[in-house]
């Protein structure tokens, strides 16, 4: 069964860092590449970040230079660290799965996880 | 980046009812465009992708259409547990984005 799980959300201070984490079951996030999509509560989805199977990475403008995302094969987890925290950054950020490159493209989401909240504020 | 007009943004109708959700990207995204479904409270679904392919245990009477900057999401048949918010999303380059989203009501 394919599944995702974050962890690692919370409340923080501006200027801060946060580190989340994503456990994948069922599939290895190395032979598809995995996603941060974000949203504001009440608000729409933006996507934050991909790192492909083979690791290379991309990155929304808005999070460029303060976010890294990751991929720790060995635990089948994607880790997305974040620094210098604004209160703009204040979603829920849920872990997605990309969907296989030759079927569906790598930018679409087939597997999401729970969710987590990050609150940035002081 | 590539900017998502979808409209309307909130509809109502009645269960049984055809509904039409449309998808504008601000330039041509070929057929590299998704459907996703989020039910109140819950975690975002894929429906479609590559514009009209059905995502594996979702409903037949979800279709999708389109390509290159029109696209529309047709619910044939409008049932409960349909109400929600209908995202479109561009998967044909980086910055991936997303339409701000359909609200669909009972009525």
């Known amino acids: 069964q394919v599944q995702l799980v974050e962890s690692g959300g919370g409340v923080v201070q501006p200027g801060g860092s946060l580190r989340l984490s994503c456990a994948a079951s069922g599939f290895a996030i190395n032979k598809f590449g995995m996603h941060w999509v974000r949203q504001i509560p009440g608000k729409g989805l933006e996507w934050v970040t991909f790192?492909?199977?083979?690791?290379?990475?991309w990155y929304a403008d808005a999070v460029q230079g303060r976010f890294t995302i990751s991929m720790d094969n060995a635990d089948n987890t994607v880790h997305l660290q974040m620094t210098s925290l604004r209160p703009e950054d204040t979603a829920m950020y849920y872990c997605?799965?990309?969907?296989?490159?030759?079927?569906?493209?790598?930018?679409?989401?087939?597997?999401w996880g729970r969710g987590l909240m990050v609150i940035v504020s002081s | 980046d590539i900017q998502m007009a979808q409209s309307p943004s909130s509809l109502s109708a009645f269960v049984g009812d055809k509904v039409t959700i449309t998808c504008r990207p601000s330039q041509s995204v070929a057929t590299y465009l998704n459907w996703y479904h989020q039910e109140p409270g819950k975690v975002p679904k894929l429906l479609i992708y590559v514009a009209s392919s059905l995502q594996q245990g979702v409903p037949s009477r979800f279709t999708g259409s389109g390509s290159g900057t029109h696209f529309t999401l047709t619910i044939s048949s409008l049932q409960p547990e349909d109400v929600g918010t209908y995202y479109c999303?561009?998967?044909?380059?980086?910055?991936?984005?997303f339409g701000q989203g359909t609200k669909v009501e009972i009525k």
């Open positions: 997605a799965k990309a969907a296989p490159m030759a079927v569906a493209g790598s930018g679409t989401f087939d597997v």
């Open positions: 999303q561009q998967s044909y380059e980086t910055p991936y984005t």
């Open positions: 790192i492909r199977f083979d690791g290379n990475t």
